[in-house]
């Protein structure tokens, strides 16, 4: 199994300033995601974090608003930048250490709001 | 397309008694993967539960089975004895097993809100 652990917890931001997640895995992950998860809503992902290279964005999210790294198998961060009203909600980050293994672990999660 | 369908945005349940909360997919390919996780209102996704394609028996996981009709495309989840602290969101998911890199990422479903009431 792997424990992953977040900061902030959560985070009240003015709009227009940028916040950055950090996402760390207790062992090393194959693969590492973001998700955002607006009120009552399901997960969207944001990217995969791919280490040493550039991070692979789902349509609608793109890299200047959302920089992603990976510098290596345990850790990622996740920028918001140039935060509006509407970039309030909770953003994940996941980890599937990949193989023979299906599990796919989440960490607590950061509460984001802009003012 | 792949798609994963929860057709149940809220369900509730007494206390002790059973519940199934209902997943369909949509897939061609062959090997697959079917996820449920729990999201209790503090936030954390819980994962419950997993079954995999090929898989011959249905997946249990304590009070927790995931009733599994291939042919159907339907991947229900089924909580026996319910309790007071089952009260959550609840998401079933999916992985195409054989895809690559990006392709392999979880295709989620809209979730479906439990309530135990006492």
């Known amino acids: 199994s792997a424990v992953i652990s977040q900061k902030p917890s959560r985070d009240i931001c003015q709009r227009g300033t940028s916040l950055t997640i950090q996402c760390q895995v207790d062992s090393q992950v194959t693969m590492m995601f973001w998700y955002r998860q607006q009120p009552g809503q399901s997960l969207t992902l944001i990217a995969t974090?791919?280490?040493?290279?550039?991070?692979?964005?789902e349509s609608g999210f793109v890299i200047d608003k959302f920089p992603i790294s990976r510098p290596n198998l345990t850790f990622s961060t996740l920028t918001v930048s140039n935060m509006s009203p509407e970039d309030s909600s909770i953003y994940l980050c996941?980890?599937?250490?990949?193989?023979?293994?299906?599990?796919?672990?989440f960490g607590p999660g950061t509460r984001l709001t802009v003012t | 397309a792949q798609k994963i369908t929860q057709t149940q945005p809220g369900m509730f349940v007494q206390e002790k008694e059973a519940v199934t909360l209902d997943c369909t997919y949509d897939t061609s390919d062959q090997s697959y993967g079917l996820f449920w996780y729990k999201q209790p209102s503090s936030g954390e996704m819980i994962f419950l539960i997993y079954?995999?394609?090929?898989d011959e028996q249905n997946a249990t996981e304590g009070r927790y089975s995931l009733n599994f009709q291939k042919a159907r495309k339907s991947a229900n989840l089924v909580i026996s004895a319910s309790q007071l602290g089952d009260s959550a969101m609840y998401f079933c998911a999916m992985r195409l097993t054989l895809r690559a890199g990006n392709n392999r990422k979880l295709i989620w479903g809209l979730g479906t809100s439990l309530a135990v009431n006492p």
């Open positions: 996941s980890a599937w250490t990949g193989g023979s293994s299906y599990e796919q672990y």
């Open positions: 079954q995999g394609s090929y």
């Open positions: 974090a791919n280490q040493g290279s550039e991070a692979t964005y």
